[in-house]
Nanobody, 121 residues
Framework: QAQLVESGGGLVHAVGSLRLSCAASGLTFSLCYMGWFRQAPWKERAFVAD????????EYVDSVKGRFTISRDNAKNTFYLQMNSLKPEDTAVYYC??????????????WGQGTQVTVSS
């Protein structure tokens, strides 16, 4: 059974950094698109970034461009979200997700359980 497990969340001061990891098992990781989403209190879950299977294409929501970097290590079945220059408005539960080619992020194949990121001012 496929599983995604996030780690690396926590409490950090503004302008600090965190790196989230998402370890995948039970799926053909190297063929999947991997993404990060976040859900702030009282808001809907929203797209943050994604990376294609080949790692040759990445996309980011405008609010994190230049601060966050998504990457993947297919040999380790793990992908990452490096978050720098964090702001209080980045506070949210962060979820990783995976989708197979041909599917969209509207309904990905798998979700992780989420990890809390809290940025204090």
């Amino acid at each position: 059974q496929a599983q995604l497990v996030e780690s690396g969340g926590g409490l950090v001061h503004a302008v600090g950094s965190l790196r989230l990891s998402c370890a995948a098992s039970g799926l053909t990781f190297s063929l999947c698109y991997m993404g990060w989403f976040r859900q702030a209190p009282w808001k809907e879950r929203a797209f943050v970034a994604d990376i294609a299977w080949s790692a040759g294409r990445t996309e980011y929501v405008d609010s994190v461009k230049g601060r966050f970097t998504i990457s993947r290590d297919n040999a380790k079945n793990t992908f990452y979200l490096q978050m720098n220059s964090l702001k209080p408005e980045d506070t949210a539960v962060y979820y990783c997700a995976a989708r197979q080619p041909g599917r969209t992020w509207v309904n990905p194949d798998y979700w992780g359980q989420g990890t809390q990121v809290t940025v204090s001012s």
